[in-house]
């Protein structure tokens, strides 16, 4: 066999190890998405993907490096959403609000978004460093990146036209982020914890809307440094 058929026969090997890679993570969002994250084993995954533990185990590291894949499919589409939101605003207060908005409203739409993003964020930094391939930490991190950048931008805008304040763009985009993901876990509750009577717990209800207005108000709030 020539030297140009062996290369011939690697490319084609490389690109059928690529193919099912990503036939495996489109698997296992749908399965996320279908049933939730929290229950799903990686025996279920291998099902839901037509193959066995062992080619699970030939492409990922294990199921932390699944998670962080599947995250990166949400974030290009939640990415997309954020710069069309942006597009046609020209304040950076109606940009901010359009990207809380657009964040919220994604999040409401596959939960299983949070979910992956937050079990990844439990993840002690060694241990996330252990559990996943520095090739997959690096696609997650630009995925992330991909998003933050158009919030960042968004507040450097907004500090050099006056309309916020704020000292760290990067390190408020990051926040926004984080805590974003918990409100979204508030939201699919919908469920508020409060005291009905000294001593006496209570529950109230709570609308996915109501999630995403505080969500505006509060990040209108950190970005002025003031009540909105």
């Known amino acids: 066999m020539s030297q140009a058929e062996t290369g011939g026969r690697r490319t084609a090997i490389e690109e059928r190890r690529r193919k099912q890679a990503a036939d495996i993570i489109a698997a296992t969002r749908a399965l996320f998405d279908e049933r939730g ?29 699944i998670f962080a894949l599947v995250v990166v499919s949400y974030l290009g589409e939640l990415g997309e959403q954020m710069s069309a939101a942006v597009a046609g605003h020209d304040t950076a207060r109606a940009r901010l ?14 939960p299983a978004f949070a979910d992956c993003a937050q079990a990844l964020m439990r993840l002690p930094g060694p241990e996330l460093l252990a559990e996943v391939s520095e090739r997959a ?61 000294p001593g006496v717990p209570g529950v109230g209800a709570i609308s996915p ?12 709030a950190m970005a002025t440094g003031r009540d909105s």
Request: with cysteine; charged share 20%.
């Open 37 to 65: 994250v929290r229950d799903a084993q990686v025996e279920d995954i291998a099902r839901a993907a037509g193959v066995n533990r062992a080619i699970l185990y030939r492409h990922f590291t294990g199921k932390e490096e």
């Open 97 to 110: 609000t359009a990207l809380v908005e657009a964040f919220v409203d994604y999040g409401i739409a596959h």
């Open 137 to 197: 930490l690096g696609r997650l991190g630009r995925a992330i990146s991909s998003c933050l950048v158009v919030l960042s931008d968004t507040l450097e805008h907004g500090v050099a036209t006056d309309e916020f304040t704020i000292e760290d763009p990067q390190l408020l985009a990051n926040a926004f982020y984080a805590s974003g993901l918990g409100a979204l876990q508030l939201a699919r509750v919908g469920i508020l914890v409060k005291e009905a009577a």
């Open 209 to 220: 809307g109501q999630v995403r207005d505080y969500l505006v108000a509060s990040a209108l």
